[in-house]
């Protein structure tokens, strides 16, 4: 997963950087499971979110970090009774 990141982060495509790799990369292949689940449930996954955002479709990491940057901040437990 971080390897990814760090090569997705570097300009490279999700088909490029898994092109070039012999282990799974289980983020990539759960993200967007994770975040229809989160979605089904009612809760909030902004950094799943923008990683589906960037891996599927088409995002820049540089505009993922603005838009999860520019939030309205919450709690960190908000929502959770």
């Known amino acids: 997963n971080r390897h990814v990141g760090e090569q997705i982060g570097g300009g490279k495509s999700l088909e490029e950087v898994v092109a070039e790799m012999k282990m799974v990369a289980e983020g990539v292949k759960t993200s967007r499971a994770v975040v229809g689940l989160a979605a089904e449930r009612g809760v909030e996954m902004p950094i799943a979110r923008q990683v589906v955002a960037i891996l599927y479709e088409g995002q820049t990491p ?15 437990l908000h929502g959770i009774s």
């Open 62 to 76: 540089a505009e993922g970090l603005l838009s999860l940057m520019s939030r309205d901040p919450k709690q960190e």
